[in-house]
């Protein structure tokens, strides 16, 4: 009885073979840039994985419904930047309540190693991209993965060129400025 | 001017370098099975959202009809309460307690319709 009603709902809601073929291809060709959109905004590899999967199940439940096939990359990455926007939302709240209770954080230990140098400019600059507002961001990320140029770009955003173009200017534009003084506040200190 | 501009070019693409540098993380390897199987699970998940919406819509039909069954029989008796019945239901006919004779000399009872 269970069966058959999971059949008959299987058949009502699922995906038909061809449709979940594919579907497969897509996955499998986009895992790897939902992936990176999740991590841009999370920086934290099983947070991003979870994000992505996430909007992958997403996608999948509404593939059925998706008229214009090319357009699920676009889909997919709006899907995951929006989900993986909520999630850091929420766990900053959560780590804020978190830090309130612990106290102040404790320094890292001072070691002058190439490697320390290198997660500290990386820091820099994931700071400075989170100052950025959300879609001179998205921009930014969106073209430093997977080699997209402007036009790319605009297709998975849907904006006009001329817009991602000038976006692009102004996100990196900032970029320089934040991190020139995040530097100079370095060596003040 | 030239120089100003190559070097405003060369510090974008270092940028554009060290974020493409950043954003150089790729999944592990186990994710891909890790969706597949996350889909897999989507349609038994759908499945029993279904059925509890059937549930639902069954228990919310039982209710109506109960509803519905309760108010016409409530509606019936404040129509037509016992002491306000159809004439055919109410037709008394009055006992004989004593014989009336009429100016014809038949006995006749008398009907009386009350209410």
């Known amino acids: 009885m269970h069966d058959q009603a999971v059949r008959l709902a299987g058949s009502l809601i699922g995906v038909e073979p061809e449709l979940e073929q594919e579907f497969e291809v897509r996955l499998v060709e986009s895992s790897t840039l939902a992936f990176r959109v999740a991590f841009s905004v999370l920086r934290h590899r099983q947070d991003a994985e979870d994000i992505a999967q996430e909007a992958f199940v997403k996608a999948y439940r509404g593939f059925r419904q998706l008229r214009d096939r090319d357009r699920f990359r676009a889909w997919l990455v709006r899907m995951t930047w929006r989900l993986a926007i909520d999630r850091q939302r929420n766990d900053r709240r959560r780590t804020s309540r978190e830090q309130e209770n612990a106290g102040p954080p404790i320094p890292p230990a001072e070691t002058a190693t190439e490697a320390v140098d290198a997660r500290e400019r990386a820091e820099h600059l994931w700071a400075a991209i989170d100052t950025l507002p959300e879609k001179l961001r998205v921009v930014v990320v969106l073209s430093n993965i997977e080699e997209h140029d402007i036009g790319d770009v605009a297709r998975l955003l849907g904006l006009p060129p001329g817009t991602v173009k000038s976006r692009l200017f102004l996100a990196r534009q900032r970029l320089k400025e934040q991190l020139q003084w995040m530097l100079s506040d370095e060596t003040r200190r | ?115």
């Open chain 2, 1 to 115: 001017m030239d120089a100003e501009r190559r070097d405003e070019a060369l510090t974008a693409s270092a940028l554009d370098g060290e974020i493409r540098a950043a954003l150089d993380v790729d999944p592990s390897p186990e994710f891909l099975a890790r969706v597949r199987t996350g889909i897999a699970s989507e349609p038994a998940r759908a499945t029993s959202r279904l059925l509890w919406k059937f549930v639902a819509v069954g228990a919310m039909a039982a209710v109506i009809a109960i509803a519905a069954v309760v108010s016409r029989s409530n509606e019936m008796s404040s129509m037509f309460p016992a002491d306000r019945m159809p004439l055919q239901a109410r037709m008394v006919v009055a006992p004989f307690s004593q014989p009336l004779t009429g100016s014809h000399g038949i006995v006749r009872g008398v009907v009386s319709v009350t209410g």
